[in-house]
């Protein structure tokens, strides 16, 4: 079993002290520096014998013999036991679970102890704790009050003993509770109570109990006791310096406690045990007496300001006089006026402390120097460094300064006091020969402008003319502003300050009228644009009004010039906003939206970017058809033209223009647009757009299908007439689900009405509110009798009726499925009737229906339809190439339910067949033709169908053969273009963006044939409709491709120019700038030989582009060559040392000269054999220039690279010139690995050579089980 101890820091402080002397004595035979290394036994002592052991034996002298005291360790465990019967969960079926398992997590948690828990036999709790002390204390604490059950006693001991049971800040409490595992309650101060409550466990309270009682009899041995004695004899029972009461204290073990001087009480209270406070209170009344018999008193008058020099500092003064004569000296409080001194004490004594009384009140003097309040602080200096010079010199004088007083206070010994004031005058003088001061008058309201943001304007003056300025704060409401520095300064301090001032007093502040709405673009995006217009004006300072206070004020205020540019600036801002705040709306119709988006937005981002304007279109679950244009008016305009001209294009739209007087738009529109809607709703769903109010045109424009447009047309008119001659409106209520029946089918009863009478009648539309509201417009006659026909119809509708009809059972299911769908359209149709059909199972045919009379005939007449087309419907057959079916449903199956809608014929799409078989069925083409190979199936007859090929279609015959050619109609068809096979990687385009792009834009498939096949046929595969488009767009396309490869050709001219190599650096010029340059200026590229190829001639450059440019573009090389065959290279020797120098940080003071000489100077490599060789290049003159100048930086650089190489010599440490011996390292004599190779090697296998460390011995078992 091994253990570890853990070394605390007393530990090992006292671990060490065992070792110092030995420790020493290693330290001198590593510091000696002789030549015979130490033996293996002095570096390695052996450990003792086994005699050692024995308990009688003598020590063995050694370097191990030194006791090395026990290490105490921090981790301690103790073990605590709960009886079954104080257990407070004694569940047996559940040891280790459950409640107590929880507790004891807590407490580990909590406390940082580890606890194991174990049953005794007795069936009581055995828990091991582990920890620091500490941490197991507070984990007793928590098991005894959780795990163990809880009993309480009380203890009643004196209440004036509960404060010594608490103890100081409750650590006495504290600690009780710690070490007897309980909770002790002590009654408040303000309970009458001297019960103390104690909880825990019996053991606990008795521990508990037996430690209060012990506090409490302790308390009971000492007394307390007051003794009168009079405040003037205090200082002699006291003692100098409290001495005497401090001895009388340690003797007796007496507390005493003696009212200081200022405290105005007499009684001196004694605290301890009874015996020993009795000699103390003996001893001190004895005092007491003898200096009542033995002294008397004198009185003298001494100054009230030197009754502090007699007391002293913190009264030591006072102290000493009565340490050297016994005298006590009483000085008057420092709130009365009396200046008299009472000297109490032993005749003979008081004429020596009188002497004392008056040399101390003399020994300080009181001076003051006469100074300008303003000189004050420069006095004083920065942090008090001028006076701290002054005080340090003489630390006991006092300088007092006055604010706002002309003089400076000193105080202190009287010698010190005459030097310091000297000193002080003579630096007022020496101020007030060189520093002034001015104050000026300045209106506050100016007063944060002049010290500007975050004090910028202000700091900057202080630090240019080196015054100081002081400016009064806000709330003293004063103007002066005092200006203190060198005269000169102070002067060009406060000229500047007025000229800011009077500034300041010609600006002016303008309220500029800026609609709240461009407020924030006119700050911007984290303020980048009004940051812009600050920099533009920074004299004038902008302020915006709060967003909450909804006002439109933006105050400028500044110089009168700036304030005027920056309105102006300001409000042609806002004029170009509220220009480009022109807003119009275009209705087009929903199903072209995608189109004007186009893939992936690509069209509406063109229109947006071109026209500069902001296109907003609806949410694509909306039924809102209008598109938002905000910008610029013609912008928006053109906007505008360009998506209605996208709408012309896809559809058969037709536009047209009527002439309305002006002044009936508004009553055309109608209120909220209700008279308008309803006639656009009424034609299809034409686009009816009025001219904007105020432009005075008359021009309405109407939009939409041509049947439409002409059917509105006429409606428009028709209602404009009306309004010209005579307009009458009448309201009419009826419920909303009459509303569709009075409608009729495709709004047939209610334009029978209109025919009759002549009136418009205007239903409610979703968003109306009134949903009831049923408005009549026209010729008063005329909505008269409109008026009267509806009332009559809503009446009938209002007169419920019940009726039955016969319907054969085996079509009930195709009213009833899909959740009823079919009756809930005939209730929306015909004013909410109710149509009851048996229920499944019941072989009834009889139906019921409820509702209006008129609902109720024409619901019964809608059945019967139903049901003669259900009768009369058939299946009819259409053969579609399966391949094709996805191209005929089209996105989301849209073109098959538009089919469904029109002709009222249910369409079935046979299942997908994954893999056909090829015995059975012909090979397709990709165009949908047959092979046409020859090979014979033996199965089935070629002609006829697939299965999967199939498409059923059901309904009445008529509409069935309608769908069916509807449905052949989207068969797509191919047709063959050629194109030359060079261009089809360009028409594929980058990751077949070109040929996706086309596919989008003309709804077609292209397919380009594999490049192994070199084909030119591209095949094109779409509704016969779209073709022609597609194969026009192709073709386009292969004209630009041709330009485009006759410009390559011509672009790809190639001339060569033969140039020296050595020029090829200096034409590309540093990091290429050169070879840029030509390159970019004649559009051309340019191509130098390969350095490594042997086989490419070295000096031949190849251009590439078009022919004049490549011309121009040699033209510039061979002028640059030109240039540099006039250049001569001279090599120049300069001493490698100074290389550096003159080559600079990162080669800055190199380029410096190149550039000042305009020659190029080469340094050699390292490793070059002649290093101080310098090839400078250029133009004669220049060279000769450039290389002057170099040798006389070698000249200037070489003198200091000798101070300094021969300063280096003086500089060397000794060490570092003689090479440093190799270290042998650790070195001993009388090893055993030294011996003689005839000795024997020790035998491994001997115990007695290699003993071992004692027999193992079994571990203890624990009754607590295995420690974890």
């Not at 582990?130 to 604490?141: E, H, I, P, Q, Y």
Request: aromatic share 4%.
């Amino acid at each position: 079993m091994s253990s570890v101890a853990v070394l605390t820091q007393e530990s090992f402080a006292e671990h060490r002290s065992g070792l110092v002397p030995q420790q020493t004595k290693v330290a001198a035979l590593n510091s000696e520096e002789e030549s015979d290394p130490p033996t293996y036994k002095d570096a390695f002592p052996p450990l003792p014998e086994k005699s050692a052991c024995l308990e009688n034996a003598q020590e063995p002298a050694g370097a191990w013999s030194n006791k090395i005291r026990p290490i105490k360790a921090s981790v301690i465990t103790q073990v605590f036991h709960v009886p079954l019967e104080e257990r407070k969960y004694k569940d047996m079926n559940q040891f280790g679970e459950g409640e107590q398992a929880k507790i004891c997590l807590e407490i580990m948690q909590r406390t940082g102890a580890h606890l194991e828990l174990s049953l005794a036999k007795d069936q009581g709790l055995s828990i091991m704790v582990s920890g620091k002390l500490d941490a197991v204390m507070k984990a007793r604490k928590d098991i005894v009050a959780r795990l163990q059950t809880q009993a309480s006693a009380t203890v009643a001991i004196p209440k004036e003993h509960h404060r010594f049971v608490i103890g100081k800040n409750g650590e006495k409490l504290q600690d009780l509770e710690l070490k007897t595992a309980t909770k002790i309650q002590i009654p408040r101060p303000d309970d009458s109570s001297n019960q103390i409550r104690i909880t825990g466990t019996k053991e606990g309270i008795e521990k508990a109990r037996h430690e209060v009682l012990l506090i409490s009899a302790e308390q009971d041995k000492r007394a307390v006791e007051r003794l009168e004695v009079e405040k003037a004899f205090h200082p002699f029972i006291a003692g100098p310096y409290n001495r005497l009461v401090g001895e009388i204290m340690q003797e007796t073990g007496t507390r005493i406690n003696i009212p200081p001087p200022s405290v105005n009480r007499t009684e001196i209270v004694f605290t301890g045990e009874k015996e020993q406070l009795a000699q103390a209170v003996a001893r001190i009344k004895k005092i007491y007496e003898e200096k009542k018999k033995k002294t008397t008193t004198i009185a003298v008058e001494v100054k009230k300001s030197q009754h502090k020099y007699v007391i002293g500092p913190k009264g030591n003064s006072l102290q000493e006089i009565l340490e050297r004569t016994g005298v006590s000296v009483e000085i008057p409080p420092s709130d009365s006026i009396s200046e008299t001194v009472i000297l109490r004490g032993e005749p003979e004594k008081l004429g020596q402390a009188l002497t004392e009384v008056y040399a101390k009140a003399n020994s300080f003097t009181v001076s003051s120097v006469s100074a300008p309040s303003w000189l004050h602080r420069f006095i004083i200096g920065k942090k008090g460094q001028n006076l701290a010079k002054i005080t340090q010199q003489m630390p006991k004088v006092h300088i007092e300064f006055t604010e706002g007083e002309d003089k400076i206070t000193l105080e202190g010994p009287t010698e010190d006091v005459n030097v310091a004031q000297e000193q002080i005058e003579a630096m007022v003088k020496d101020l007030i020969t060189r520093m002034d001061y001015v104050e000026i008058n300045v209106d506050h309201k100016f007063h944060r402008h002049l010290i500007g943001k975050s004090g910028a304007n202000i700091n900057r003056i202080k630090d240019q003319y080196k015054v100081s300025v002081r400016i009064p704060p806000d709330s003293e409401k004063s103007n002066l502003i005092r200006i203190e520095g060198d005269p000169q300064g102070v002067q060009q301090a406060k000229r500047e300050l007025l000229e800011l001032a009077s500034r300041m007093e010609n600006e002016r502040t303008k309220d500029l009228i800026i609609e709240q709405r461009f407020h924030r673009t006119i700050i911007g995006q984290k303020g980048e644009r009004i940051r812009e217009i600050r920099d533009k004006f920074p004299e004038v300072i902008i302020n915006f009004p709060d967003p909450a206070q909804k006002s439109d004020i933006v105050q400028l205020r500044g110089p009168k010039n700036e304030v005027e540019k920056c309105t102006k600036y300001m409000q042609k801002m806002v004029a170009d906003l509220v220009e480009n705040s022109y807003s119009i709306s275009v209705p087009i119709f929903k199903q072209f939206h995608k189109n004007i988006i186009g893939k992936g937005g690509a069209n509406i981002k063109k229109i947006r970017e071109e026209s500069n304007t902001k296109i907003d279109l609806p949410a694509e679950n909306s039924n809102s058809e209008t598109i938002i244009i905000t910008g610029k008016r013609a912008n928006c305009e053109a906007a505008r033209s360009r998506i209605l001209s996208i709408q012309k294009d896809l559809a058969n739209i037709a536009e047209v223009e009527v002439s309305i007087p002006a002044r009936l738009h508004n009553s055309l529109i109608g209120t909220k647009g209700r008279l308008i809607r309803s006639i656009m709703e009424e034609c299809g769903g034409v686009h009816i757009h009025f001219p904007v109010e105020g432009s005075g045109s008359d021009t309405v424009v109407i939009r939409g299908p041509a049947s439409d447009v002409e059917k509105a047309k006429k409606q428009l008119l028709h209602l404009a007439e009306e309004k010209q001659t005579k307009s009458f409106t009448v309201d009419i209520r009826a419920k909303p689900e009459y509303h569709k029946f009075l409608i009729g089918k495709g709004g047939g009863k209610i334009r029978k009405v209109r025919d009759n009478t002549g009136a418009r009648i205007i239903f409610p539309t979703a968003e109306d509110k009134d949903q009831d509201l049923i408005t009549i417009i026209g010729k008063e006659d005329a909505v008269r009798e409109a008026q009267k026909e509806l009332e009559a119809l809503i009446q009938n509708l209002d007169n419920v009726v019940e009726d039955c009809m016969l319907v054969d059972p085996k079509h009930h299911r195709h009213f009833v499925i899909r959740r009823g769908q079919v009756l809930r359209e005939i209730a929306e149709e015909y004013g909410g009737v109710m149509v009851s059909f048996p229920r499944s199972g019941t072989q009834s045919d009889k139906v019921t229906l409820k509702g209006a009379k008129d609902c109720v005939e024409a619901a019964k007449k809608r059945i019967q339809e139903i049901i003669e087309d259900l009768e009369a419907q058939v299946t009819i057959e259409c053969a579609i190439p399966q391949k094709f079916h996805r191209s005929v449903m089209g996105p989301k199956g849209s073109r098959i339910q538009q089919i469904t809608r029109d002709y009222n014929v249910q369409i079935k799409f046979p299942d997908r067949e994954e893999n056909p078989v090829h015995s059975v069925e012909p090979q397709v083409q990709e165009n949908g033709d047959d092979a046409g190979d020859g090979r014979d199936t033996k199965d089935t007859d070629p002609g006829s169908p697939r299965r999967c090929d199939i498409i059923i279609i059901s309904g009445r015959k008529e509409k069935c053969e309608a769908a069916k050619e509807a449905l052949e109609a989207l068969v797509p068809v191919t047709i063959e273009v050629e194109v030359p096979f060079d261009l089809h990687r360009y028409i594929i385009g980058q990751k077949g963006s070109g040929i996706r792009k086309m596919m989008d834009e003309f709804e077609v498939n292209i397919h380009v044939p594999a490049p192994e096949l070199q084909s030119d046929v591209i095949a094109i595969t779409g509704l016969a409709a779209n073709l022609d488009r597609a194969k026009a767009g192709l073709l386009e396309r292969v004209k630009e491709l041709q330009a485009e490869q006759e410009d390559r050709a011509l672009r790809s001219f190639k001339l060569s120019v033969t140039v020296d190599p050595k020029y090829h650096p200096k034409i590309i010029g540093r990091k290429g700038a050169v070879i840029t340059q030509i390159r970019l200026e004649h559009d051309v590229n340019i191509q130098f030989p390969d350095k490594d190829d042997g086989n490419q001639p070295q000096d031949q450059i190849t251009i590439t582009g078009y022919e004049k440019n490549t011309e121009a573009a040699r033209d510039a090389i061979l002028k640059i060559v030109g240039e540099l065959e006039q250049m001569v290279s001279e090599d120049v020797p300069l001493d490698h040392r100074v290389h550096a120098r003159i080559i600079g940080a990162r080669g800055k003071a190199i380029r410096k000269i190149m550039d000042e000489f305009k020659v190029d100077i080469r340094f050699p490599q390292s490793g070059a054999p002649d290093p101080n060789c310098v090839t400078v290049t250029g133009l004669p003159e220049n060279v000769e220039e450039a290389i002057d100048h170099i040798l006389n930086l070698e000249e200037e650089y070489l003198a200091d690279v000798v101070d300094s190489e021969a300063l280096q010599v003086y500089m060397k440490p000794p060490a570092h010139e003689e090479s440093k011996a190799p270290s042998k390292g650790f070195v001993v004599r009388d090893a055993p690995w030294t011996a003689s190779s005839s000795e024997k090697a020790p035998d491994m296998s001997s115990s007695e050579e290699f003993p071992s460390f004692g027999a193992q011995v079994a571990p203890k078992t624990l009754p607590w089980g295995p420690k974890r």
